[in-house]
């Protein structure tokens, strides 16, 4: 079993589009994140939830929400996508001050 | 901001140990070090953690300067599959409002 599992993988869609990506983890853990990753292969943290409750937003556009129907899912919606939206898409789980366990990634291509 | 300093690419020769630094000159008392690495196409993966003693397991060996502003990310015989981005990160007891920030990451080449 994949401990984090995210889907799509791959993701190609036009500009002004909506897409969510969704995430799932099944090690138990209280808090989760999404990270984007972009050309540059910057890794940059987006939103943590702890437990279905938002703790971290860092200045995302508000066309990204993120929902956390259950503690061991965290899917990510975006609107009216953009150019710029183009990257890798992770999702993270954790417990306590333990180890991060990622997703392999969702690579979102805008036209 | 990045809370730690990489340097940008390393190389190594195949069987041989490999040391990656990184600095974190502002870390606190109750932060932990991490270690995660990315090899191509797929997440980052955990490597090590520590607190203040020197850590090993089957991957790697992380040893941690006194003052605990450096530390060292030991491979001690690289292997093509090590050739990852490594990252060098903090980790704050305060769970909730961790940002878990990764900077640049030390590219590492591996050749046979």
């Known amino acids: 079993d994949t401990a984090v599992s995210q889907t799509p993988k791959y993701l190609v869609t036009q500009m002004g589009n909506d897409k969510s990506i969704k995430c799932e983890q099944n090690l138990g853990h209280d808090t989760m994140y999404w990270y984007k990753q972009d050309s540059k292969k910057f890794l940059k943290i987006m939103f943590s939830?702890?437990?279905?409750?938002?703790?971290i937003n860092e200045t995302v556009p508000n066309r990204f929400s993120p929902k956390s129907p259950d503690k061991a899912h965290l899917n990510l919606h975006i609107n009216s996508l953009e150019l710029g939206d183009s990257a890798v898409y992770f999702c993270a789980t954790t417990y306590a001050d333990g180890e991060l366990f990622f997703g392999e990634g969702s690579r979102l291509t805008v036209l | 901001d990045a809370k730690t300093t990489q340097p940008n690419s390393m190389e190594s020769n195949e069987e041989e140990p490999v040391h990656l630094p990184c600095n974190h000159s502002?870390?606190?008392?109750?932060?932990?070090i991490h270690w995660y690495r990315q090899l191509p196409s797929q997440g980052p993966e955990y490597v090590i953690h520590?607190?203040?003693s020197n850590v090993n397991n089957r991957m790697a060996s992380l040893a941690i300067a006194e003052d605990r502003k450096s530390s060292t990310l030991i491979l001690h015989r690289a292997t093509l599959r090590d050739a990852a981005v490594y990252y060098c990160i903090l980790r704050g007891r305060g769970y909730n409002t961790d940002k878990l920030i990764f900077g640049t990451g030390t590219r590492l080449q591996v050749f046979p």
């Open positions: 520590g607190l203040t």
């Open positions: 502002t870390i606190s008392g109750t932060d932990y």
């Open positions: 939830y702890n437990n279905k409750e938002l703790i």
